[in-house]
């Protein structure tokens, strides 16, 4: 709150100034900067960044063992692609580096986002930075952009770090495409861990009490990760077809099953990720054995791994999107007098 | 009757030293000849009885020269006496081996009927071995296909007294080739001393693109001092080839699922006959559809090409990424067939569906910062 306060004394400052459209981005940086100071000496950030940073190397570090250690398999299409292999290997002591952020990144996203607003709130705080003379909702998108800086930095350093470790040791870089893959993997991952923060700030301007929003963000995210595929396991046991049952029937059930799987964000997040980090990944349904007659294994060229999980990334974009559009209409008609 | 007194007359003629009044006369057509060394001299001798009264005769061959060989045959006997009935003849047959180490000069002997007559006899030897070898092979011709090895044997003999260095060679038409071995190694020269013979391998090696036909190799062995040549014979009938490729040489291409896709390809016929009735044929995953046009090429000449198109349609449902499909060139004598890369790639329709849903989505944003963002 200290910083929140030096924020206002330095906004005060510029008020004899004319709002244009520099001072309006002045502004707006200022909060951003803010925001990023506050996130990165809050204690529940630098938790959270311990537990991840720590299982992340981890996971990375116990992958570039099991690849340095073993022979690669002879006939392998993504043996070129060492560098996108770490990323996905594990030797069975831990989970690889992509499931894990797919199991943890939630709950960054969650932890930057689940106070952004009603903390403010409660300390009567959004009222005085409203009053001074810039956008309303200038608050929530610099809540937005700085938790968002916040991940992308962390992220990036996070990979480019492994890169860098993995040169040092295997003592080639990485290629080109490697690098296009890596780069878009970033991206997602971003996107990914966005999309859990737009949540977590959609559930704080709706609700009043913090402990109320963090709880339901993390019951979502609970859901999706431990009971959804109960869920599904259930209706799995209803639905399945026969044994005996035509390929047509069998194959219609597994679409159906990939369909519903495919609610949960982070099976999106899993499906964009490796088809980016494995590329002889060539379909993500079933295939029939026609389709399969004939095809050589090889790697696929980055653009034609895009389109194959195309709609899943498209699905996460634009579900993030929706959600910072939700909490922005929200809070643009929230009552904030009190 | 007469002409056995006119040959009887030449004789007296010829035979000048033999005397008129002589009972017994030694005739032969040729008293003085030229040899070469080693070679065998086949004389007719004819015994004349004048008198009238038989007579015996005994032949011997005098003043040959050392290391000089004969032998004298009457009828089917080796015979030193012979004997004729008055005004009768009887015939001989002297061989005379000359020697082959012999010097070069003129070499007197006589054949004698003991106290009767004699006959002298010149021999001319031309020593240096001119025209004195021999170059054959039992078996000059020989028949095989474009790309056959065709191996002769072949044999030199060296006539002359003296070792002679022979160089081997060939006058062959552009892209032949002829290689000599003796003893299992290649040679361009052979030393094959006097009198003696060296069998020669010759392998002779037609060009590729050779056209089907009868061909002449002169072949040649020459010293300093002579060549004798050979003349082998190769019967071509003609190889069959054939070659599909592309234009470039590239055997991949992209596709994208469900669309046709032409690719130019070249039907080559390598071989040197010509190929009639090619059919040209795709085998691609089932779903796919893939064919030539034309599928089928009624007679493509030796050594021309051809350009076909082969239209590909991967299968509706075809997955992203690298297929393999079999193309073959075939006909009754020869076929071809290539593998082709195909890399599917999957149509761009839901990738815009995907790209709207994002604008659509931003578009939503936008218009909310515009209608509570700037108040």
């Known amino acids: 709150m200290v910083s929140k306060i030096f924020m206002l004394i330095i906004l005060k400052e510029d008020l004899p100034m004319t709002l244009n459209k520099n001072n309006n981005l002045y502004a707006f940086s200022i909060l951003v900067k803010k925001e990023i100071a506050d996130h990165i000496r809050s204690w529940k950030f630098i938790i959270l960044l311990a537990i991840i940073l720590l299982t992340c190397i981890a996971s990375l570090y116990t992958a570039l063992q099991a690849l340095k250690n073993t022979a690669p398999v002879p006939n392998d299409p993504d043996a070129a692609f060492f560098f996108l292999k770490i990323f996905t290997t594990s030797d069975g002591t831990m989970p690889s580096f992509h499931l894990f952020v797919g199991f943890l990144g939630p709950l960054l996203g969650i932890c930057l986002g689940f106070d952004a607003v009603n903390s403010e709130f409660n300390g009567r705080m959004l009222g005085r930075i409203l009053s001074q003379p810039i956008h309303r909702d200038y608050f929530l998108n610099a809540k937005f952009i700085g938790a968002l800086t916040v991940i992308g930095v962390l992220f990036t350093s996070l990979i480019l770090l492994t890169i860098g470790a993995a040169t040092l040791l295997v003592g080639f870089p990485p290629t080109f495409m490697e690098c296009n893959r890596l780069f878009l993997f970033t991206l997602l991952t971003i996107v990914y861990v966005a999309f859990w923060l737009n949540l977590s700030i959609l559930f704080s301007v709706r609700f009043r009490h913090t402990a109320t929003s963090a709880l339901v963000a993390i019951a979502i995210w609970l859901f999706f990760t431990v009971f959804y595929p109960i869920i599904i396991n259930i209706v799995a046991k209803a639905v399945q077809p026969n044994p005996y049952a035509s390929d047509a029937e069998i194959m219609q059930y597994q679409h159906f099953m990939l369909t519903l799987m495919r609610f949960a964000p982070s099976q999106l997040y899993s499906d964009g990720t490796n088809m980016l980090l494995m590329p002889s990944i060539r379909s993500l349904g079933p295939l029939h054995m026609e389709q399969l007659q004939g095809a050589i294994p090889s790697p696929l060229p980055i653009w034609e791994s895009i389109k194959v999980a195309w709609s899943q990334m498209v699905a996460l974009i634009a579900c993030t999107i929706v959600c910072f559009a939700a909490s922005y209409y929200f809070f643009m008609r929230k009552e904030i007098r009190c | ?375």
């Open chain 2, 1 to 375: 009757m007469l002409k056995s007194r006119i040959i009887y007359l030449l004789g007296m003629i010829l035979a000048s030293n033999v005397a008129f009044a002589q009972n017994l006369q030694l005739y032969t057509t040729y008293p003085k000849i030229s040899v070469s060394p080693g070679e065998v001299i086949d004389y007719n001798v004819e015994l004349i009885n004048n008198s009238s009264v038989t007579r015996n005769g005994r032949i011997s061959l005098q003043n040959l020269p050392k290391n000089w060989d004969y032998e004298m045959k009457s009828g089917n006997y080796s015979a030193e006496e012979i004997s004729v009935l008055p005004k009768e003849r009887k015939s001989l047959n002297l061989k005379v081996i000359v020697p082959s180490k012999i010097e070069k000069g003129q070499y007197r002997f006589q054949l004698v009927a003991q106290g009767e007559s004699s006959l002298p006899l010149t021999v001319d030897v031309t020593t240096d071995g001119k025209s004195s070898s021999e170059f054959n092979s039992p078996q000059t011709n020989m028949e095989g296909s474009a790309k056959s090895t065709f191996t002769f044997n072949a044999s030199l003999l060296n006539r002359s007294s003296e070792a002679q260095v022979y160089r081997l060679g060939a006058n062959l038409q552009p892209g032949w080739g002829a290689t000599f071995k003796v003893d299992g190694k290649q040679v361009s020269s052979v030393n094959i001393e006097g009198n003696q013979r060296k069998d020669i391998l010759v392998e002779i090696l037609p060009p590729e693109s050779v056209k089907k036909g009868k061909y002449t190799i002169p072949l040649f062995a020459q010293s300093p001092l002579n060549q004798s040549d050979l003349s082998l014979e190769v019967v071509i009938t003609g190889s069959y080839g054939l070659q599909l490729t592309t234009p470039e040489g590239l055997l991949s291409t992209t596709a994208t699922a469900n669309r046709d896709k032409s690719i130019q390809f070249l039907v080559k016929n390598t071989g040197s006959s010509d190929l009639s009735q090619i059919n040209l044929n795709a085998s691609a995953p089932s779903q796919w559809e893939a064919h030539f046009e034309p599928s089928r090429i009624s007679t493509l000449k030796a050594g021309e090409s051809q350009t076909v198109t082969a239209i590909i349609k991967p299968a509706k449902k075809a997955i992203a990424g690298d297929y393999q499909i079999t193309l073959d060139a075939k006909n009754n004598e020869t076929s071809d067939s290539v593998k082709f890369r195909v890399t599917v790639e999957t149509s761009l329709l839901w990738g815009w569906v995907g790209i709207l849903i994002i604008a659509i989505a931003v578009a939503l944003v936008y218009f909310l910062i515009r209608k509570y963002g700037r108040r």
